[in-house]
Structures are given as structure tokens and as C-alpha cells.
């Protein structure tokens, strides 16, 4: 069975410029997650979609970031404009949930973004 | 104050030796937790759920303390292979939807 996929597996650009980021979740699985790690710190999570509804973009740095997911299967994750700080490794991962409480995940590779 | 914690180590530990740490939180209403295991530059993979009961798998024992608001992960015989660093996740659901929190991770590191 294929696993969460991500591309791109890296990114370098230039602050001020746009980047986007897409994943495709495990068939099935109904809840999407993108998270931001840096480095020495532990996954932070930006989005969770549950089907197609953003159910907790509390953390999502909405001036700059956006997130979509409109078929309730891949989605995309788009910063607009970059900053220096951005600079971290985005991942995706992906669960069956039938209530609200957290299931496993399964994380994609995700992606290494550099902001120069 | 963090809601989730862990001691960021490194935990140096001889192979075949037992190594264990906790993890923290702060909302006495969480109700789920887990363990990932996370590779250098890799990303984290389920490593065990941890059940109120307390439950095993292999060489891995995983413990929750409600009352102290902590759970923790031991490994027995460590193998070279375990070096890793161990995230704890810990859920609540607060609201319709469960907020779920990463710590910043444990390092383990296994020595010959």
C-alpha cells in the first residue's frame, strides 16, 4: 500500500517569492494534517482537514499561508510571501478518524523548504 | 509553560541497557497518546499507542500517570537501532475536534 506522498521532497527560493507544497494522503484516509518542524523542535500543526472541512486552522499563519483540500483528498499548501523564518521542513500526514479524537498518523516524507 | 514536555536528552545508552523517559502534559483533559520515533532527517513514524492499562510491544514498554499527567516510554535490550529521538503526541478533545500536541522529543542514542 503507498504511504503518504509529498512532493516536492525539497524547495529553495528566495524570500518574497510564493511556494507551494502538495501532498496525496493514504487511500481512505479521511483526516489530513500539515505540520511545520523545525529543527530540534517537534511537529507543529498548521491545518487539519477532516474530509474536505478545515476543522482546526488555529496555527495557521493566515496572512501568509493558505491550505486547501477541495475533493477532501490531496491538498495543497500554498506561503505567499515567503520570509527567512519559513525556512523548516513541512510535513504531511494523513489518519481514518471516526470521532474527534486523534487517530494514528502516517507521515509523508515531507518537504524541506530553504528561504534565501 | 509548554503544555507538552520532554527532556530533550541525548540519553546515552550502552547496547543491551534499559533506558526510560517521560513526556508531561498540562491538560488534564487529554484522552489519547502516542509515541513516534523519529529518524535523523526522516519523518516520524507511529511507534506504539499508549492505553491506560499501560501496554508493551516487544522490548517497548509504554505507561500513563493521569494523576501526574505524564506518560513514558522504556526500552529494554536497546539495540543499536533504537537510536532515534521519541516524540510523545498528546490529544484532548476540548471542542468537536481533538487538539492533538507534539513534544520537541527525546534523543536516544545506543552505544557498542
Known amino acids: 500500500e503507498a504511504g503518504v506522498v509529498q512532493s516536492p521532497r525539497y524547495k529553495i527560493i528566495e524570500k518574497k517569492q510564493p511556494v507551494a507544497f502538495w501532498c496525496n494522503p493514504i487511500s481512505g484516509h479521511n483526516t489530513l494534517y500539515w505540520y511545520r518542524q523545525n529543527l530540534g523542535q517537534g511537529p507543529e500543526l498548521l491545518i487539519r482537514?477532516?474530509?474536505?472541512?478545515?476543522?482546526?486552522d488555529s496555527q495557521l499563519p493566515k496572512d501568509r499561508f493558505s491550505a486547501e483540500r477541495l475533493k477532501g483528498v490531496d491538498s495543497t499548501l500554498k506561503i505567499q510571501p515567503a520570509e527567512l523564518g519559513d525556512s523548516a521542513v513541512y510535513l504531511c500526514?494523513?489518519?481514518?478518524?471516526?470521532?474527534?479524537?486523534?487517530?494514528?498518523?502516517?507521515f509523508g516524507p515531507g518537504t524541506r523548504l530553504t528561504v534565501t | 509553560r509548554k503544555e507538552v514536555e520532554q527532556d530533550p536528552g541525548p540519553f546515552n545508552v550502552p547496547e543491551g541497557a534499559t533506558v526510560a523517559f517521560n513526556c508531561t502534559y498540562s491538560?488534564?483533559?487529554?484522552?489519547?497518546f502516542f509515541w513516534y520515533r523519529q529518524d535523523c532527517r526522516k519523518e516520524p513514524k507511529l511507534l506504539m499507542s499508549?492505553?491506560?492499562s499501560g501496554n508493551e510491544d516487544g522490548r517497548f514498554t509504554a505507561q500513563l500517570n493521569r494523576a501526574s499527567q505524564y506518560i513514558s516510554l522504556l526500552i529494554r535490550d536497546s539495540k543499536l537501532s533504537d537510536s532515534a529521538t521519541y516524540l510523545c503526541?498528546?490529544?484532548?478533545?476540548?471542542?468537536?475536534?481533538?487538539?492533538?500536541?507534539f513534544g520537541a522529543g527525546t534523543q536516544v542514542v545506543v552505544t557498542p
Open positions: 482537514y477532516e474530509n474536505e472541512e478545515a476543522v482546526d
Open positions: 503526541v498528546v490529544t484532548s478533545s476540548t471542542d468537536s475536534w481533538g487538539k492533538l500536541q
Open positions: 491538560n488534564s483533559a487529554s484522552q489519547s
Open positions: 499508549v492505553y491506560s
Open positions: 500526514a494523513s489518519s481514518f478518524t471516526q470521532g474527534p479524537l486523534v487517530e494514528k498518523q502516517y
